[in-house]
């Protein structure tokens, strides 16, 4: 009863473990791995592609501008001059 199927998989993003017959992970939807999207058949087109994708490490970096509230330590905008969470005033801010 507690086997595994032989040809299940656990996703990559979440670690659930889908069936054989399923090519997305039913939880999140995430591709399973090795699987192939129908459109993207040509290899020679990746590496035009590859500019789309950003290093992880990219998007984690903090945007330049951003402050953090002296209040709630959220992560503002650098555009909002009140926390988005409490309404704080941002250091410095004149407040207008
Ligand atoms: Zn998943
Ligand atoms: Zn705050």
Do not use: H, I, Y
Not at 47 to 52: G, H, Q, R, T
């Amino acid at each position: 009863m507690f086997q595994k199927k032989p040809g299940s998989w656990e996703c990559d993003a979440c670690l659930v473990r889908n069936q054989p017959d399923v090519a997305k992970c039913v939880s999140c939807g995430t591709l399973k791995p090795g699987e192939q999207t129908p459109n993207k058949g040509q290899k020679s087109k990746e590496s035009a592609k590859s500019s789309d994708l950003k290093p992880l490490s990219e998007m984690f970096q903090k945007k330049p501008g951003t402050w953090e509230c002296d209040a709630c330590l959220v992560r503002n905008q650098p555009d909002v001059v009140k926390c988005v969470s409490c309404g704080t005033l941002k250091a410095g801010a004149s407040g207008q």
